[in-house]
């Protein structure tokens, strides 16, 4: 057993990797907040649009046979129009001979043009009871519809029935509405008509507080007297006859235009605008209504327009003259937010359509590499498992297994215990890369102690694991070197499995079959199921497809000239393992996976251990990528990896991770807003899809199957940490930074395995 210390540097390394430690988690820790907050901005569009897209029905009473006790008669048999002037309720009723033309559920981008278009031919006011949601999508319609001179009124902002909600839901549903036309066309308004609402007799026990309230606020509530029942689409002569008022009667109109397919209502308007007009009718808004009603008691405000019957209100608002008098000019905080609302809505209008084509191509993608991963598993695992296949004459002679240390004194022994029992005869080199907790002394005493005297252990100064794997090459005294780290441990066979495919003089590489030792925790096994169907999923599609992207630092062998031509483990990039494992292909040399070399290792106990740790992985491989993409233009084994193997990487490895969030977020939304039956049957086949997968996966590799019931959680807490890692490492790789070689906190609770599978 031989030991090398360098003399010098030795104790000043800690306090150097301690400051550079610091030095990234400082930087790190605005990386980490900028991909939580595109996390929640993500969430946060989605959750408007949904709030936005809320479906708006027929007019429907959503109960019958409500008590009215609580409700003068007065206002049960009154006129449409309830006002509270003075604090004292009363009604208003549409003179004789006159229409007041009232269109709920609005505004929707097909039909609401097309009502305009005919309002403004037939130059017949109207009064708009818009929802404030619909506002908000489609605010140049509104802006247009006021600039016309038409009066607007409030339907809530999600069209609820406000009869069972609380005050806050209430002055919400209206803020919220009067915010969106602010923004749209610059006012606010003092007209109402709750969904789902008919003539005033309907008013109940549970309305009435409601109006009452709206009433103090000072709204006035416009109902109806005559009712198209055009959401009923009963076809156009139907809809103008139940819109004519009986015995030359006024009326408040009722018609719509949005809430749902309203092509008969576009055909009736015209015929009933010229029906009415030919029996003397006159038209005007809720507006003109209450200024003729004024008029005729003498009590007009001053100010207030004197629109009568047949005589259409002034235009609004901007520059068009002076305000409808229901309408108030917006200024203010109210002004700019309503603008911002807008601007928020405007976001989320285009980003949901372009989230739902990318949540189309990440569906397809998944379901794909799924397919493809099933497929060509399957065709490796008939390949490698025929009786006549060899990678030819059996490798028998030793080999040189390098082990690098940083600060391992819980696990160095048991990696040396394990590799005393190899089947096959090696050279044990561990390179102490200036560890600080004993590591050097440890090996050494358990080399002795187990009497193996083959093992050296050289001391350098902290330069990295990269600098420390070159070392070990340097000094092996075999042309084949097996890697493998500090917290690894081997079973009895895998050494003599993994060098096998160096009988073939084209294999440069092989990868082993790392596994998780300490998978009893739920971290643990969360882990084990991704091992398990990484490496005989994943690695078995990219060995058949001859571009291996990463061998696993874990356990992994290489021809020590094809190391030495390539230049060795880089310190170019945070994943050393796969920008070798490219350098590789590149060279011309193949990369070959062996399932049957087993290496059981500790993996990350703590989720902050794991986020590091994946980090450093994830970030590590698109840097390896971005280093090596001349391969996407080179010609021979270089070109066949950039234009087969890297595409492959990037769409399976960063693209579709990236996205994939896509699918949880959507579901969610689904949930919510759309169908919660539907989305989570298809949450459920998707994960159907992935326990088939890991299932086989499981089966390949003679696992036992009871960890598969930690897949479900694992696709609901696990998989969003990983997502999140994920966009961390973009966010890194676009604004720069780099990391050195980290330190997980190990246990040394993963022994010498007695077997494979357990």
């Known amino acids: 057993m031989t030991t090398t210390t360098p003399s010098r540097g ?20 605005p990386r980490v907040l900028l991909a939580g907050l595109l996390l929640l901005a993500l969430t946060s569009v989605m959750l408007l649009d949904g709030y936005l897209r809320a479906e708006v029905g027929g007019d429907q009473r959503v109960r019958d ?5 609580k409700v003068p008669d007065a206002i049960l048999n009154g006129g449409p129009i309830l006002t509270f002037r003075g604090g004292q309720a009363t009604t208003v009723s549409v003179p004789d001979k006159t229409i007041a033309l009232t269109f709920d559920d609005g505004p929707n981008p097909t039909y609401t043009p097309q009502v305009l278009e005919t309002l403004e031919k037939y130059d017949v006011p109207a009064t708009f009871f818009v929802v404030g949601s619909m506002v908000s999508r489609y605010p140049d319609i509104v802006k247009d519809m006021v600039e016309q001179g038409n009066e607007v009124g409030i339907h809530t902002f999600t069209h609820v029935d406000l009869s069972y909600q609380s005050d806050a839901r209430v002055d919400r549903e209206m803020q919220q509405t009067q915010l969106a036309l602010a923004g749209a066309a610059g006012i606010t308004t003092t007209l109402f008509r709750a969904p789902y609402s008919s003539e005033t007799d309907a008013i109940d026990n549970y309305s009435w507080p409601v109006y009452e309230k709206l009433g103090a606020d000072g709204y006035t509530s416009v109902f ?3 009712d198209s029942d055009d959401w ?6 139907k809809i103008v ?29 015209p015929r009933y605008i010229e029906k009415m007009r030919a029996d003397g009718y006159t038209f005007t808004t809720i507006s003109g209504v209450l200024a003729a009603e004024q008029t005729a008691t003498g009590q007009q405000q001053a100010g207030a327009p004197a629109a009568g019957n047949g005589e259409r209100p002034g235009a609004a608002a901007t520059g068009a003259g002076s305000l409808q008098a229901a309408h108030r000019e917006a200024t203010g905080a109210t002004l700019y937010e309503g603008k911002a ?35 060509l598993a399957r065709r490796h695992y008939r390949q490698r498992n025929k009786r006549r296949f060899s990678w030819g004459p059996t490798v028998s002679r030793p080999v040189s297994v390098i082990v690098p240390a940083y600060n391992e004194k819980e696990c160095i022994a048991n990696t040396l215990k394990s590799l005393a029992q190899s089947t096959h005869p090696i050279e044990i080199i561990v390179v102490d890369d200036g560890s600080t907790d004993g590591t050097s002394e440890i090996a050494r005493d358990a080399a002795r102690a187990l009497g193996m005297t083959n093992v050296r252990v050289i001391r350098q100064e902290n330069a990295g694991k990269p600098a420390a794997l070159n070392n070990g090459v340097r000094s092996a005294r075999h042309d084949i070197v097996v890697m493998m780290d500090g917290d690894t441990v081997f079973e009895a066979d895998t050494v003599r499995q993994l060098v096998q495919p160096f009988a073939d003089p084209a294999v440069g590489a092989v990868a082993g079959n790392a596994k998780v030792g300490n998978r009893d925790t739920i971290i643990g096994a969360w882990q084990h199921i991704e091992y398990v169907m990484g490496f005989n999923l994943d690695r078995r599609m990219y060995d058949l497809l001859r571009c291996m992207p990463t061998i696993p630092g874990a356990i992994g062998a290489f021809r020590r000239e094809a190391v030495l031509e390539v230049g060795g483990m880089s310190e170019d990039t ?77 769409i399976f490895q960063i693209v579709t991770p990236v996205f994939a969030p896509l699918i949880d977020v959507f579901t969610a939304y689904s949930m919510i807003f759309i169908d919660f039956k539907a989305a989570l049957l298809a949450w459920f086949a998707v994960l159907a899809v992935q326990l088939v997968c890991a299932a086989y996966a499981f089966r390949l590799d003679r696992e036992k199957y009871r960890y598969l019931l930690m897949m479900p959680l694992q696709q609901l807490a696990y998989r969003q940490m990983m997502y999140l890692v994920l966009i961390h490492s973009c966010i890194t790789a676009l604004t720069g930074g780099r990391l050195r070689w980290q330190k997980l906190k190990r246990t040394g609770e993963v022994g010498t395995p007695a077997g494979a599978g357990r």
């Open 341 to 375: 609302l807008l601007a928020a809505v405007a976001v989320a209008e285009y980003a949901v359509p372009t989230l739902s084509v990318g949540l189309m191509v990440v569906g397809v993608a998944v379901m794909g590499r799924f397919g493809m991963m099933l497929l």
């Open 65 to 69: 046979g409500a008590s009215s006790s």
């Open 224 to 226: 109806v007297d005559t």
């Open 10 to 29: 030795r104790r000043r390394a800690p306090s150097r990797l301690g400051r550079a430690a610091g030095r990234a988690a400082a930087l790190q820790k």
């Open 241 to 269: 006859k139940w819109a004519t008022p009986t015995k030359s009667k006024g009326a408040s109109v009722l018609f719509h235009d949005a809430g749902g397919e309203r092509s008969q209502t576009i055909k009736a308007l």
């Open 574 to 650: 945070l994943a050393e393992d796969t920008d070798i494992t490219i350098a590789m292909h590149r060279a011309g040399w193949r990369v070959v996976y062996q399932e049957h070399a087993k290496a059981w290792t500790e993996a990350p106990g703590s989720l902050k251990q794991l986020w590091s740790q994946r980090y450093r992985w994830s970030y590590g491989t698109m840097q390896a990528l971005w280093k090596h993409r001349k391969s996407l233009t080179d010609k021979g084994p270089s070109g066949r990896f950039g234009r087969v193997g890297m595409p492959l990487v990037v």
């Open 232 to 237: 009923k689409k009963p076809g156009v002569a």
